[in-house]
Nanobody, 122 residues
Framework: QVQLVESGGGLVQAGGSLGLSCAASGSIFTINVMGWYRQAPGKQRELVAIATSNGNTNYADSVKGRFTISRDNAKSTVYLQANNLKPEDTAVYYC????????????????WGQGTQVTVSS
């Protein structure tokens, strides 16, 4: 079994900052990609940022220059530092990980965290 446990989030004023973290645990051989997605009320879930195991990152245009994703591979943890937050960043933020569970199998599976609410007041 694999679990992703998120922490962080909360209520912040526009222009403020928040940090999110997500730790993966369980039967894990390697983690290829870890990332963050978000879903606002009435909208589809969208990519925020992803980070590969070799350090490559990708960001949604809406958060470039404001959000920073990072990973600690030894801890199977991904972080998201969100600065200069805007009301439109309000959403439930979900951690995602693409995990290879076993050395003898190259199959990879997507796992999701339970979600954490980020609310930005104007």
């Amino acid at each position: 079994q694999v679990q992703l446990v998120e922490s962080g989030g909360g209520l912040v004023q526009a222009g403020g900052s928040l940090g999110l973290s997500c730790a993966a645990s369980g039967s894990i051989f390697t983690i290829n990609v870890m990332g963050w997605y978000r879903q606002a009320p009435g909208k589809q879930r969208e990519l925020v940022a992803i980070a590969t195991s070799n350090g490559n990152t990708n960001y949604a245009d809406s958060v470039k220059g404001r959000f920073t994703i990072s990973r600690d591979n030894a801890k199977s943890t991904v972080y998201l530092q969100a600065n200069n937050l805007k009301p439109e960043d309000t959403a439930v933020y979900y951690c995602n990980a693409r995990i290879r569970r076993y050395m003898w199998s190259s199959d990879e599976y997507d796992y999701w965290g339970q979600g954490t609410q980020v609310t930005v007041s104007s």
